[in-house]
């Protein structure tokens, strides 16, 4: 079995299921497929949420467009009878939803929980669409697995965390039955069930990793993960154009992109895979991937890349004793955040996390006993991630780039395959820009004596 992920960007409209429609048809099978959201309407359903509190005549109005978005996609799609079909299966979704705001409209709060109820009907609409016009395409049985019925987390809501022994009864059950069948399995990416039986949330871009621990658990020969842009590449093409796809990877390369902004890798996508040892491919309908192993082809040039968490947070506290002990504090605040790294000398503990802590989210700092001083700092985090360990013209390079630039806290990597600093998030962009010119682009050569770039 392989298992493949389709993305919101790929599955923006009917032309996008069209394609990735397609494209399943020519995989082999059985086969899992994953998809996320159609483009935009995660976010959409967080803004309609959030409305609900204050405008419920505005929510109300977000709701009705975003039905009639899916309901276009729909029947544009399915031939009668298979839309009626999908209309049925979808009116009490909407109905639901309708009910929620009702609710929100009167209390007047919105919970993580409430949070989760609601965005996770953009995966619901989404599989529900791509299935059914997937059966239009292929003779090959469709059967939709709800991922609510698949993965079971803690209560964690919005970045909860997979029970891996309670879904993997489930997913064993599910190999169980379908192995060596010619069949199509379809699930979604990012929600699951808590535990207590409530809809959870696996983090943001989560589907990826949704494939990639169903991939390890299933015990897959692939898992590949479909998307806008043609692999994993030297750096975010819409910060630097000129960016080139790496062919391949090793997975701690990848892990370290994951964790450090590559938006094409959740952070928690390549340790399953990298656990059971299974090929991860990352790769645009137009053709070029990048392909994630443990030991990528040795003749193939080495790259390097450039990585951006636009957002991010620095703590820098102060303590009374220099062995102040800080791992209750971490561990409380990692349920709410990822963190990047911490140091600690003397006095001095730095704690860097990848996503901005909000006010809702400061409730930790109350373990920090025994702070003088405690100073919270807005911060992007600028790597540079490579196959092979940095070079010291390349360590040079990195940091005469950012000689003029006020730098919050530095880490390298256990490996020295990876360089990061937390920096002022208004110059990060121009900063990686720059290091992709000077470290990651291909050396200047000679042309009957004149200076060129290859671009």
Not at 162 to 184: F, G, H, S, W
Request: charged fraction near 20%; hydrophobic fraction near 45%; charge should be negative.
């Amino acid at each position: 079995m392989i298992v493949t992920k389709f993305g919101g960007a790929v599955l923006g409209n009917a032309a996008g299921v069209r394609n990735a429609c397609a494209t399943i048809c020519t995989l082999p099978s059985p086969q899992l497929v994953v998809v996320s959201a159609f483009a935009n309407v995660t976010n959409w359903l967080e803004q309609l949420a959030h409305r609900a509190t204050e405008d419920s005549t505005e929510a109300f109005r977000l709701l009705q467009e975003l039905l009639k978005h899916h309901e276009q996609i729909a029947a544009e799609l399915l031939p009668e009878p298979a839309y009626a079909d999908w209309l049925n299966q979808a009116i009490p979704w909407a109905a639901r939803l309708d009910e929620i705001v009702q609710g929100l409209a009167i209390v007047r709060e919105l919970s993580p929980r409430t949070l989760d109820m609601i965005v996770h009907y953009g995966e619901r609409y989404s599989s529900s669409i791509v299935a059914a016009a997937l059966q239009q395409e292929t003779a090959t049985p469709v059967i939709p697995i709800s991922a609510l019925d698949l993965i079971i987390t803690d209560d964690a809501h919005r970045y909860a965390r997979p029970n891996i022994d309670l879904t993997q009864e489930r997913v064993k059950a599910l190999r169980n039955r379908y192995r060596r069948r010619k069949v199509i399995l379809l699930t979604e990416g990012y929600i699951a069930r808590s535990t207590s039986g409530q809809v959870t949330t696996m983090g943001r871009e989560s589907s990826s990793y949704t494939a990639t621990l169903l991939g390890q658990l299933l015990r897959a020969k692939e898992v590949r993960i479909y998307t806008d842009v043609p692999g994993v590449m030297t750096a975010d093409p819409a910060i630097v154009p000129v960016a080139e796809t790496i062919p391949n990877m090793d997975y701690g390369m990848a892990n370290a992109l994951a964790e450090l902004g590559a938006k094409v890798l959740h952070p928690r996508t390549v340790a399953p895979v990298e656990r059971a040892r299974i090929p991860l491919v990352i790769t645009g309908l137009q053709g070029m991937s990048t392909v994630i192993t443990s030991q990528p082809n040795p003749s193939v040039e080495k790259f390097c890349s450039v990585a951006l968490l636009p957002e991010a947070t620095v703590l820098m506290m102060e303590t009374e004793f220099a062995n102040m002990q800080f791992d209750q504090f971490c561990q409380t605040l990692a349920a709410h955040v990822p963190l990047l790294w911490r140091h600690h000398f003397r006095h001095k503990h730095t704690v860097v996390t990848a996503l901005p802590i909000e006010q809702g989210i400061q409730l930790p700092l109350e373990q920090a006993q025994g702070c003088t001083r405690v100073d919270v700092q807005d911060a992007a985090i600028v790597s540079l991630v490579s196959e092979s360990p940095i070079t010291h013209n390349q360590l040079k390079t990195f940091f005469s780039v950012l000689a003029s630039e006020p730098i919050f806290a530095v880490q390298r990597g256990e490996d020295a395959r990876t360089l990061s600093v937390a920096i002022e998030r208004e110059r990060a962009r121009q900063i990686v820009e720059r290091l992709h010119r000077l470290i990651v682009l291909p050396p200047a050569t000679v042309v009957n004596h004149e200076m060129v770039f290859v671009w």
